[in-house]
């Protein structure tokens, strides 16, 4: 089937001319009509549509010429009786593109008035009338950009009416983009389209005529032009790739070609995801099976590994979630292991290293949230986490920076799934309360040596769309079930993942994986540090107004005694601030800024203006709070 959408009335019309003045009649018409319409058209017209054309040319004697000899008068007449009948006027159009007694000028009016008659723009109508044009071993209708130098915006619209037959061609962030292979890492990417990229895209879709000069090759200006666009009404919108599956969050599996709901981009192989053969139960007591050899430290932690493996599959449809850090005490506990599970629930990820400066996180996350990566991967963090970009990102459902080489900025989808890993790390700042901490405890002094029954990384890898329609059962069920929910304390900006992530873990019987997040912030470093902070500056200085280089002179000075409020406020100072050797006032300084007005046992660090040696603090008791020892 050749004659695709778009051109299948002009071709038909035409060929029903061609028929009509060799003497053939109207029903031999329409029977060879209908049978070309089912061989050559993609898809076939409706047929009381072919019986209209086939009636329409059929009017016509069989003597009419192709109308050199018909003035634009008498064509103008033409147009106007055949108003009540499109077909008529297309076939009008295409005689009078071919007439060669008319003025190009004539020829221009008559084709507007055409294209008015039958109520769409000329260029669509110069599109329908287009020649068959062969490409390969194919014969494709091509729709005609016409190059009008004095209507340089119409020209530039008729070429974007042409962006909706580029296959693979997107929008996203204000830029034309098209989803390619990356044959290398078997995935594929989401990249912006250069303009001589655009040019190749147009040539092989469309005809562009330069007046008297014949065809060309489209033309740089207007290309160069429809690409600043910044938007473009016939092309999809893209926020990323569908690597596999998904359930929407009201329990509908979809997937394959463009997903208009989800603005997304099908690029797998349905085949290789096969529907999984039993219940909820036994879906996550096979998920719970290729842990059944990670040292865990405790049930929570479980819990965590199998909320992620849930999260992963489930990310494109959450606006939010928590990342998910995994942590040991030792070397070979199995940190990667799981990290790299949670990575192939969610279609791959390549691990990174963790950048130590924040301007370098947020360029990093940025280029690979614009890239569309289905995860991120910080692995073995060699201090504790925390980013103000990463926070953000987990909380908001957009994430906003500049285009690298650009100078506009774009906002793009952070639904992404992202990990860490890391000994004797934990989440501090902000991420203490965005973050599932999975912590493993293999409980022996050599972790690296133990021996395991099989491989849970390369089972999943072998079959990774056995597993993802696993966990997808797993959630599946729990919408079969009618969506059982159990109260629950809130947390923070994850409404979506704890109305539905978090209440399946708990429907089959596991511990609350929001624990995991708790548990950081009861254990927030900074935290502890503001408690001692707090406890041995009030019982030093009680609610006096003091400067923080005061406090710093009054407990440098001799040589406080060990276990003395001075001493726990000295160390707690350098642990926080010291810098080569001394305490940094800048530094303490900011740190008292990000800590003002926190609360913890009862004690409370308060900001009471300035004086010529900087800030003046102290700390004050809430009322009706009590200090836990």
């Excluded at 019309?13 to 089912?38: C, D, F, P, Q, Y």
């Excluded at 799934?417 to 790390?425: H, P």
Aim: proline residues 5%; hydrophobic residues 40%; contains cysteine.
């Amino acid at each position: 089937k050749n004659i695709r959408e778009g051109g299948r009335n002009a071709a038909l019309t035409s060929l029903a001319g061609g028929m009509r003045r060799n003497g053939m009649s109207v029903e031999a018409i329409l029977a060879a009509l209908l049978a070309e319409n089912l061989a050559s058209c993609d898809p076939p017209l409706p047929d009381n549509e072919v019986e209209t054309i086939a009636k329409s040319v059929g009017s016509y004697g069989t003597n009419d010429t192709l109308a050199e000899l018909r003035s634009a008068s008498e064509w103008g007449s033409a147009l106007t009786d055949s108003a009540g009948c499109s077909a008529s006027v297309v076939e009008h159009a295409i005689r009078i593109k071919g007439a060669s007694n008319l003025t190009s000028v004539e020829r221009e009016q008559l084709l507007k008035r055409a294209a008015k008659i039958v109520g769409v723009s000329k260029s669509v109508l110069l599109r329908d009338l287009a020649p068959v044009a062969q490409i390969g071993d194919d014969a494709n209708v091509l729709p005609l950009v016409q190059v009008v130098r004095s209507d340089f915006a119409g020209i530039v619209d008729d070429a974007a009416r042409v962006l909706s037959l580029i296959p693979n061609l997107y929008q996203r962030c204000g830029q034309l983009v098209e989803v390619v292979p990356v044959p290398d890492r078997k995935d594929v990417a989401i990249v912006p389209l250069s303009q001589n990229r655009l040019t190749y895209h147009l040539a092989r879709v469309s005809r562009w005529c330069f007046g008297d000069s014949g065809d060309g090759t489209p033309d740089g200006q207007v290309v160069s032009a429809l690409m600043d666009q910044g938007f473009w009404p016939d092309v999809h919108p893209l926020v990323g790739v569908l690597r596999q599956p998904v359930i929407t969050r009201d329990g509908r599996l979809i997937g394959g070609n463009y997903c208009a709901e989800l603005m997304r981009e099908s690029a797998f192989d349905a085949k290789k995801f096969p529907p999984f053969q039993g219940g909820g139960e036994e879906a996550m007591a096979a998920l719970r099976g290729l842990l059944r050899e990670v040292a865990f430290e405790q049930p929570i932690d479980e819990a965590g590994a199998i909320a992620g493996m849930l999260t992963a599959v489930m990310r494109c449809v959450l606006d939010t979630s928590p990342a998910f850090l995994i942590s040991a005490h030792e070397k070979g506990s199995g940190k990667s292991y799981v990290a790299k599970l949670l990575l192939l629930f969610a279609g791959g990820a390549t691990m990174a290293r963790f950048p130590r400066e924040e301007t370098e996180v947020s360029k990093l996350l940025f280029a690979k949230l614009i890239e569309g990566a289905a995860a991120i991967c910080f692995d073995n963090l060699t201090r504790h986490w925390d980013s103000e970009s990463i926070a953000t990102a987990l909380t908001e459902p957009e994430y906003s920076d500049r285009i690298l080489g650009a100078s506009k900025n774009a906002r793009v989808s952070t639904a992404s799934l992202i990990v860490a890993t890391g000994n004797n790390v934990a989440a501090y700042g902000d991420l203490a309360r965005r973050t599932v901490t999975i912590r493993l405890d293999p409980r022996c002094e050599n972790p690296a040596q133990r021996s395991f029954s099989f491989d849970p990384v390369a089972d999943v890898q072998a079959n990774v769309g056995k597993w993802v329609m696993t966990a997808l059962r797993a959630v599946q069920a729990w919408f079969e079930a009618g969506s059982p929910t159990v109260n629950l304390p809130p947390v923070g900006s994850f409404g979506q993942w704890s109305a539905v992530v978090r209440q399946v873990v708990i429907f089959y019987g596991l511990p609350d994986p929001a624990k995991c997040i708790t548990r950081n912030q009861q254990e927030d470093g900074d935290r502890d540090d503001l408690r001692r902070v707090l406890e041995n500056w009030e019982e030093l200085f009680g609610e006096e107004f003091l400067t923080l280089a005061q406090v710093v002179r009054d407990i440098e000075s001799g040589y406080p005694k060990a276990d003395s409020p001075a001493a726990g406020l000295l160390t707690a100072f350098k642990e926080i601030a010291e810098e080569r050797g001394v305490i940094s006032k800048r530094s303490l300084g900011k740190w008292f800024a990000s800590q003002s007005g926190r609360i913890v046992n009862g004690l409370r660090l308060s900001e009471a203006g300035n004086c010529r040696e900087g800030k003046i603090w102290r700390v004050v008791r809430v009322s009706g709070m009590q200090i836990s020892r």
